[in-house]
């Protein structure tokens, strides 16, 4: 059975979709109480997928600092040199910065868990595929990953790290997923069911807030590089 988070998330997704799909019946009210699919502001829509949950985007004009995003735990925080600064591509980077940290030392844990040994990691902007792990031992992962349930990123790291004893997806791999990830049928439904919110680019609406007080800024995430293309099987 799928983990209580997973189901969240899968949910709340699903709300998402419709209200993308039927604004008429998921708008604000209007004076009245009628619904009014034209009464909600674009502002309403800044939400961040982190950890296959749904996060409030807030901005603010801080011409004077640096631009960056700080997450307290139930808000992006996003500070803005200009009202013409992409908040968007300040959360992808710091989304990818995140995935960067967070993925390489779960995979480093899970690895010593199952007993192999890779070689590298590289997160990288794939939008064809989750992740992949080559014949040279190297993994590669969408730094999207890091958008989804942690239980989902776990199958994931599984799913790859299972590859260096098993190149192909035979009954064998299977079996030794399904010893480290149960779940991991759930898992993929939800993959299924929510990738084109998790393959999604990050779309904000500039739309400024009262500055939080103490509230530290962050610095600018590093750029993350790539590795070259290897044969590799996902």
């Known amino acids: 059975m799928a983990d209580t988070q997973t189901v969240i998330s899968d949910v709340k997704l699903f709300i998402e979709r419709l209200k993308k799909e039927l604004p008429e019946v998921f708008g604000k009210p209007d004076a009245q109480g009628a619904p009014s699919g034209a009464a909600q502001t674009p502002a309403d829509g800044n939400k961040v997928l982190y950890n296959g949950d ?45 995935a960067n940290e967070t993925l390489k030392a779960k995979t480093k844990e899970w690895a010593e868990k199952i007993g192999v040994e890779y070689n590298n990691i590289v997160i990288k902007d794939q939008k064809t595929c989750w992740a992949s792990c080559s014949g040279k031992k190297n993994i590669n992962y969408s730094y999207r990953i890091i958008k989804m349930p942690l239980a989902v990123q776990d199958y994931l790291m599984v799913h790859e790290l299972c590859h260096l004893v098993h190149m192909n997806h035979g009954q064998e791999y299977w079996q030794l997923v399904a010893q480290f990830c149960p779940d991991y049928k759930s898992h993929r439904r939800w993959l299924n069911d929510n990738k084109g919110a998790v393959f999604a680019e990050v779309e904000l609406t500039y739309k400024e807030e009262t500055e939080p007080e103490e509230k530290t800024r962050p610095q600018e995430a590093e750029a993350q590089t790539s590795s070259e293309g290897e044969q590799t099987s996902h």
């Open 54 to 98: 749904l996060f409030e985007a807030r901005m603010y004009l801080t011409p004077d600092q640096e631009e960056g995003v700080a997450f307290d735990g139930t808000v992006f925080h996003i500070y803005l040199q200009s009202k013409n600064s992409d908040p968007g591509a300040l959360v992808t980077d710091w989304l990818r910065n995140k």
